[in-house]
């Protein structure tokens, strides 16, 4: 049952930070409509030159790879996938002094201005220039308009936002983007990809959707006997059932469970093997031995244990994190390194460690033990001597009870027929 407002996903996670709205515009004076509408002519004109401009580039371009085709023996398409389709990755670069003083001056000046009134990001960076206090910093003061950029950042990219209407359209934004670029890698890769995206909460308006490039949705029609859209239905159902915030979706035991299965499909990844399980407590001799492979990354400081013996939330974050960026992952050894561990492991046991779990002893460990005789069925047909106790009966499975039954119903024919019954047989006839 859930408490207070859930009218948003800013309101059922009140102690998280909001992305502040944007102020709506001042109407605008019959002048200012204006001298719009005359910038807006102006622009038009030169988009219009631009576009023009782009054409013949485009068809310059053309003929270029044309030639370079011609002159290397190769199609035109083998140059153009060499050139375009490309997407440059590029790593987040460190906030820089410029952009945190500018960034610092562009809030002081713009603060309580309308969307159509503030300072374009030139004027600014001229206030920073001209501005006397901006200039011979302490190494304080620029760790602090440091500071500020990099919460701004942070805010921008993992703040909640205020209102449903504000959350769909980031969700449209970068759901078209995520299908650009998926349809992109598929281009460049030969990929199949399907992405599913729902909504978290009823009140939520968000439409849900899904991706999938070429005919990966004929996957799950041909193999799951199931249609996209009723698995993106039944998602949605069961996410909006959930009623979970941020916090709430990572509670311990769903953290458990995500670093379990991030462990086990790691694993059987790296063997090849679907059906192997994970043996916390003979690790060393277990799955490092005899497979080869061993968890390297492992957090440092957070004791090997299996995930459901961890009872911190801020233990398990901390692996599921590792295991999520790749910092924790399993690692082929090599034949050097395998020696080595097996070596190390030798010297331990000799000085007396305990490696891994040892097997309790068995209560009659050492004496000699009477083998079961096998049971004959033909002697006695239910397997069951008469004068055995109840307690001492022998199970049988359901295979084994119909196999028995069809013993005692079909009959038994003879090895060998004689000459006389056969001919005994055609005079009959």
Known sequence: MERGDSSSWASRNPTRPVIPTRSHPAHLTEAQKASRALKTAQ????????????????????KKLHELALAHHVSDDHVKNLIGLQTHYKKTRE????????????????????????????????MVAEDPNMHNL??????????????????????????????????????????????ALRDRTGIYATVLMVRGHVNDQIQSTWIATDNASEFWEDRMEVALDDVARQFEEWACIQKKNIFAREDLSSLQRQ???????????????MDITMNYQNYDKSIVLVYGIKLDGWPVGLPFLAPSHMHTVVEVRVLRDALKTGACQWKKLTRRELEDFREDIKKREEAGEVVGT?????ADAGK?????????????????????????????????????????????SCELIEDSEVEQVVDSS
């Open 138 to 183: 302490t190494r304080e003061e620029k760790k602090e308009f440091i500071k500020q950029l990099m919460d701004h950042r942070e805010l921008q990219t993992s703040g909640v936002r205020a209102s449903n209407v504000a959350a769909a359209r980031d969700v449209v934004s970068v759901m078209d983007g995520v299908s650009k670029e998926l349809h």
């Open 358 to 362: 040892v097997r309790k002893k068995r």
């Open 43 to 62: 622009n038009k004109e030169r988009s219009k030159a631009l576009q023009d401009a782009i054409a013949q580039f485009v068809q310059d371009h053309g």
């Open 259 to 273: 670093v379990a299965t991030l462990i086990l499909s790691g694993l059987r990844r790296a063997t090849g093997k």
């Open 95 to 126: 906030p820089q002094l410029r952009n945190a003083l500018v960034h610092a001056k562009s809030k002081e000046v713009n603060k309580g201005l309308a969307h159509g009134q503030k300072y374009t990001m030139a004027e600014v960076q001229k």
């Open 368 to 412: 000699a033990r009477k083998r079961k005789a096998p049971a004959d069925d033909s002697a006695n047909v239910s397997g069951e001597k008469e004068n055995e106790p109840s307690s001492k009966k022998k199970r049988k499975s359901r295979a084994g009870k119909q196999s028995l039954r069809l013993k005692r119903v079909q009959p038994r």
